[in-house]
């Protein structure tokens, strides 16, 4: 057995030159003797490496000068309830896409907080397998505060690969297992977010990139480590911020920008995920539920024909080093999560493990 390859759909792989990075760094970091963990947030040594994550970040996303990018606490959940405290009113009406189960919980959040959650459209079964209602049959409201959607669905492997930019009201997209994943037009945006364990670094941390005329608008009742106006004001440091997820965060960043940024990791994920769907498509062993213009490229489940065989299939792959392939406790079945980190190595050692696995029991 070489490496593992960990499927898991998060907290997820990192990088393995990350990882060594922040082992070599431990102990004392940049020369000082202690670790990166045991240095206040307001040291200028830390301060930089800090800032310099947030330039890395925009320069890898080309996030324009009006929008502000903040490293916040709570991961991507703490964001469901974030986004209507800080940009709609109590009595506001907010439209929602729903895709699947993350965007559910978002939605669930949001009646928290905001009058009417207009959910505009769903999912819909087709011939050729799930997918979402096309854009046309949309019941957009007239007035909305914001129009949410989830872009890459986690845990139904689906995803909407357009950006729906003929909505008036500005977008909202939760991209906790998209971020970076490929090349993206932030500016058709108000607001992305994104909890940081799939495709970043460490859980409990989100980003969020916020349009500059969004901010000064949150409800007066929103927690102030919550405030994207009071966040952006102290540069993610009103309160102690989470350290060591920035710092590997920020080696993610750099890793990144080492391996060509966003667009060399968009030609790698396609790949990745072509040498998948085509395999599964191929055999009558396998088999994805998800229409072929809906399929998630980050997040690909798939089925056995005989469900009986799902634990053998899961323990056989992990003797093999395949790591993290059940499916989600709700849907079942298996799950390869193929984000950044994922080497095209590993979607083809995963591969031959489903073909041998196949040949065995046919
Ligand atoms: C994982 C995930 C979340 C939840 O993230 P937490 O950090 O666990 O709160 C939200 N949205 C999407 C799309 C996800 O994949």
Known sequence: MTAPFNFSAGPAMLPRAVLERAQEELRSWRGSGISVMEISHRDPAFMQMAFQAEQDLRD?????????????????????????????????????????????????????????????????????GRAIAPANSWQVSEDAAYFHYCPNETVDGLALHQIPSHIKAPLVAD???????????????????????????????????????????AQGSTSTIMDYTVQAQDRSMYNTPNTWAWYLSGLVFEWLKEQGGVAAMGAINQQKADLLYRYIDSSAFYSNPVHPDYRSKMNVPFLLADS????????????????????????????????????????????????EFEQKHT
């Open 175 to 217: 991209m906790s297992s998209t971020i970076l994943s490929e090349p993206l037009a932030v500016e058709q945006f108000g607001i992305i977010y994104a909890g940081a364990q799939k495709n970043i670094g460490p859980s409990g941390f989100a980003i969020a990139i916020v349009r500059e005329d969004l901010l000064g608008h």
């Open 308 to 355: 009986a065989l799902d634990g053998k299939f899961l323990q056989l792959a992990e003797a093999q080093g395949l790591l993290g392939l059940k499916g989600h406790r709700f849907v079942g079945g298996m799950r390869a999560s193929i984000y950044n980190a994922m080497p095209l190595e590993g979607v083809q050692a995963l591969v031959s493990f489903m073909q």
């Open 60 to 128: 890898l996303m080309a996030i324009p000068q009006n929008y502000q990018v903040l490293f916040m606490h709570g991961g991507g959940r703490g964001q469901f309830s974030a986004v209507p405290q800080n940009i709609a009113a109590p009595n506001a009406t907010v439209d929602y896409l729903n895709c699947g189960i993350w965007s559910d919980f978002a939605i669930r959040e949001a009646q928290k907080y905001v009058a009417k959650v207009n959910v505009v459209a769903g999912v819909i079964d087709t011939d050729q």
